[in-house]
């Protein structure tokens, strides 16, 4: 390292430590909340269903829970290495409204698998480990007092096993299935006669500590796919099983699994024309391999305008570097960056040092102003965590279980609490320009015309966003399927009573901007969300 750069990386690390010693928690923006203080189970992967439920969802094969299942509803695995008769629930739902817990029955191993919600709300479940690796599961979700369970199906299952695979929903309401330990392939939710298809891409982006795993997948509003996975991204026609285009590779070492960072599709607005997409964080090649837990994550950030012509990354740097962080798509269009480690990799027992502080990624602002340092927790949440937007705006936290069983004695336990961390935009001093949905339609059709009713208390002085969030699949520091679509609005004109307005509407055009299925519906004033209404788009 020359001179110059020493001395600018002490003047960096001396603005941290200045910026700690100077804000209190109380100056950062952003509150936490306890909402469940014991949930029974570590959630690996969370799903928030349009009954305002959530499904919570570790593996089975991790011994005794603290949730037992019902009497009468014992599991029993001959293969199970821990417990041939199983008692313990591996899955929950929770109920948003009361803080409720209520167990759910898996039968087969859901260990880093996958999932998405299909057009009609149901949550589709793939692979997993040992018994689970071909499986094919489903859930219809239902609020708390219903008897909604896990089914899993036995006349179809995937053609290859899937262990760390992501899916996304297309247009037509088909999931493809892709990757996942040791399948270089893609395959389809409902399955296709072909069964597998080889995708090349993601063998030539192993490495020799794979860092392939759990690919970052996003629908592009052009009907295509933006696969990412180790350093290197391509445009993926999965129509005819062809490579489009070959993006330049990002700089700044491995990005998915066991060296994970995050990554989101920013907004898609305007004419949909164009997508980007950020990628953060990761570990550094080697902290694998080597079992390093205090080998510093990487803090870059790349972004590239997948839909352009000729596009190139844009790297800018988090105020801290950050492995299995999530990013959540808020409903204002800003992106949440939070959980995970600041040294180490994926894996048991191999991460130190949590990151505690949250991040506010504001993409409109100038490079170089886009972070802002948000109000710290104070839960640990580590390997196999989760974060998802709730409708009322807050962000769901739950799981961290960095061991191969539930343990508690240990500097990084077994995480069972729920948290719910709100941002800045649902603080009291916002409270009289939160807009709230009062009418608006149940179904919507592509490209038909709508209005929504929303009550502000004080005038609106600007155009009142109507914005469509999807339901993703939260697991390994990626949202499977998560998109925030932005609807072209009229301006709120008064609407017949004090503080009433009417927004007209038009919705996606087409599946391809946004998949057919259950979304939330938020209408944004000033950057402040209302809590959100479920609507159908087909």
């Given at each position: 390292m020359d001179q110059t750069s020493f001395l600018a990386s002490q003047l960096c690390c001396c603005f941290i430590i200045l910026f700690h010693l100077t804000h209190s928690r109380a100056d950062l923006p952003g509150t936490w909340e306890l909402l469940v203080a014991d949930a029974g189970i570590a959630s690996m992967h969370t799903a928030v269903t349009r009954f305002n439920t959530v499904v919570l969802l570790d593996r089975t094969n991790?011994?005794?829970?603290?949730?037992?299942?019902?009497?009468?509803?014992?599991?029993?695995?001959?293969?199970?290495?821990?417990?041939?008769?199983d008692c313990y629930a591996h899955s929950v739902l929770l109920d948003l409204h009361t803080n409720q817990i209520r167990p759910l029955k898996i039968l087969t191993d859901t260990w880093c698998s996958s999932g998405q919600f299909l057009p009609n709300g149901t949550l589709l479940q793939t692979g997993g480990d040992l018994d689970g690796f071909k499986k094919i599961r489903k859930i219809d979700p239902c609020d708390i007092n219903g008897s909604?369970?896990?089914?899993?199906?036995?006349?179809?299952?995937?053609?290859?096993?899937?262990?760390?695979?992501?899916?996304?929903?297309?247009?037509?309401?088909?999931?493809?299935?892709?990757?996942?330990r040791g399948s270089n392939t893609v395959e389809f939710y409902p399955k296709r006669i072909n069964g597998a298809v080889s995708f090349p891409f993601l063998l030539e982006a192993e490495d020799t500590q794979m860092d392939n795993l759990y690919p970052y997948v996003h629908l592009l509003p052009n009907g295509h796919l933006f696969v990412f996975a180790n350093t290197k991204a391509v445009m993926y026609d999965y129509t005819k099983n062809i490579v489009l285009t070959v993006y330049p590779q990002l700089d700044g070492g491995p990005r998915n699994y066991p060296s994970a960072g995050s990554s989101v599709m920013l907004p898609l607005q305007g004419d949909?024309?164009?997508?980007?997409?950020?990628?953060?964080?990761?570990?550094?090649?080697?902290?694998?391999?080597?079992?390093?837990?205090?080998t510093p994550a990487h803090g870059s950030c790349g972004r590239i305008s997948a839909t352009q012509?000729?596009?190139?990354?844009?790297?800018?740097?988090?105020?801290?570097?950050?492995?299995?962080?999530?990013?959540?798509?808020?409903?204002?269009?800003?992106?949440?960056?939070?959980?995970?480690?600041?040294?180490?990799?994926?894996?048991?027992?191999?991460?130190?040092?949590?990151?505690?502080?949250?991040?506010?990624?504001?993409?409109?602002?100038?490079?170089?102003?886009?972070?802002?340092?948000?109000?710290?927790?104070?839960?640990?949440r580590m390997y196999h965590s989760t974060a998802n937007l709730l409708p009322d705006g807050r962000v769901l936290l739950a799981g961290s279980n960095p061991h191969v069983f539930y343990t508690f004695d240990a500097e990084f336990p077994t995480e069972?609490?729920?948290?719910?961390?709100?941002?800045?935009?649902?603080?009291?001093?916002?409270?009289?320009?939160?807009?709230?949905?009062?009418?608006?339609?149940?179904?919507?059709?592509?490209?038909?015309?709508?209005?929504?009713i929303v009550s502000v208390e004080l005038p609106v002085v600007e155009i009142v966003e109507v914005n469509l969030a999807s339901a993703p699949f939260a697991t390994h520091s990626f949202s499977q399927g998560q998109r925030l679509v932005k609807l072209a609005v009229t301006s709120a004109v008064p609407d017949g009573g004090v503080g009433r307005y009417r927004i007209g509407c038009t919705a996606p055009p087409n599946g391809m901007v946004a998949p057919p299925g259950y979304y939330m519906v938020f209408a944004v004033n000033q950057g402040v969300p209302s809590v959100a209404r479920w609507v159908h788009v087909s």
């Open positions: 991790i011994g005794p829970s603290r949730k037992l299942l019902p009497k009468g509803h014992c599991r029993f695995d001959k293969n199970d290495a821990v417990l041939k008769l909604c369970d896990w089914v899993e199906l036995n006349d179809v299952e995937l053609t290859e096993g899937r262990w760390y695979a992501s899916n996304q929903i297309l247009p037509d309401g088909s999931v493809i299935i892709v990757g996942g949909y024309s164009n997508a980007e997409i950020v990628i953060c964080g990761g570990a550094q090649y080697g902290a694998f391999l080597e079992r390093s837990t205090d012509t000729d596009p190139v990354w844009v790297t800018e740097d988090m105020p801290y570097g950050r492995i299995m962080g999530d990013m959540v798509m808020l409903p204002n269009g800003d992106v949440l960056i939070i959980n995970g480690a600041m040294s180490g990799s994926q894996g048991f027992d191999m991460a130190s040092n949590p990151c505690l502080n949250p991040v506010l990624y504001r993409p409109n602002e100038p490079l170089g102003l886009r972070f802002m340092v948000l109000n710290p927790g104070t839960v640990p069972l609490r729920i948290e719910a961390f709100s941002p800045e935009y649902l603080g009291p001093d916002k409270a009289n320009i939160r807009p709230e949905i009062l009418e608006v339609p149940e179904t919507v059709l592509f490209g038909a015309t709508f209005n929504v």
